[in-house]
T-cell receptor, first 118, second 115 residues
Framework: AQKVTQAQTEISVVEKEDVTLDCVYE???????LFWYKQPPSGELVFLIR??????QNEISGRYSWNFQKSTSSFNFTITASQVVDSAVYFC???????????????FGKGITLSVRP | EAGVAQSPRYKIIEKRQSVAFWCNPI?????LYWYQQILGQGPKLLIQ????????DSQLPKDRFSAERLKGVDSTLKIQPAKLEDSAVYLC?????????????FGPGTRLTVT
């Protein structure tokens, strides 16, 4: 069975600080996909990034960066120079290759509430 | 491209009443998902359709929840009778079979309060 653990529940930082959100996953599949979603107060889930299990390259997109390490089953997310608009709940999620070609469900962690104070 | 549409956005009912939610996925997306998100938790899959067939409904409380996707496009999720613990946000998502990375696009959700 697949599982996603986000041990941090709430993080509060001051604007311009860097912050790292941790994600640890469990899966028996060799092929799988990892995601990060942002859920602002409006409630809609906003896709941030997707990585497949064969690509361990770290990725940077503006102030966002992701560190994928298969050896520790972790997929951590760092926001550099945080801004008030980054305040939201952040979810890490996992999907596995499923048989028959059907798209696989997402298994989400419990989410991390990030508050960025001015 | 229009996103995933859901209605209503908010619903308040009393326990033991029934309620229905509607979802219109992105045009051409064969796979449709219903997730339940209880306050303070991550979304949990209730049911997954591919076209008009059910792929996974292992976590759907079938004694009270039902869902259908007639003609493989729109979908309706129903709860009858509702319980207090059904208070949650119900999210609909869709994805394309052509996208092997299984990227799912989410709608705005329906916030259900059962009193």
């Amino acid at each position: 069975a697949q599982k996603v653990t986000q041990a941090q529940t709430e993080i509060s930082v001051v604007e311009k600080e860097d912050v790292t959100l941790d994600c640890v996953y469990e899966t028996r599949d060799t092929t799988y996909y990892l995601f990060w979603y942002k859920q602002p107060p409006s409630g809609e889930l906003v896709f941030l990034i997707r990585r497949n299990s064969f690509d361990e390259q770290n990725e940077i997109s503006g102030r966002y960066s992701w560190n994928f390490q298969k050896s520790t089953s972790s997929f951590n997310f760092t926001i550099t120079a945080s801004q008030v608009v980054d305040s939201a709940v952040y979810f890490c999620a996992l999907s596995e290759e499923s048989m028959g070609g059907a798209n696989s469900k997402l298994t989400f962690g419990k989410g991390i509430t990030l508050s960025v104070r001015p | 491209e229009a996103g995933v549409a859901q209605s209503p956005r908010y619903k308040i009912i009393e326990k033991r009443q029934s309620v229905a939610f509607w979802c219109n996925p992105i045009s051409g997306h064969a796979t449709l998902y219903w997730y339940q998100q209880i306050l303070g938790q991550g979304p949990k899959l209730l049911i997954q359709f591919q076209n008009n067939g059910v792929v996974d409904d292992s976590q759907l409380p079938k004694d009270r929840f039902s869902a259908e996707r007639l003609k493989g496009v729109d979908s309706t999720l129903k709860i009858q009778p509702a319980k207090l613990e059904d208070s949650a946000v119900y999210l609909c998502a869709s994805s394309s079979l052509q996208d092997r990375a299984y990227e799912q696009y989410f709608g705005p959700g329906t916030r259900l309060t059962v009193t």
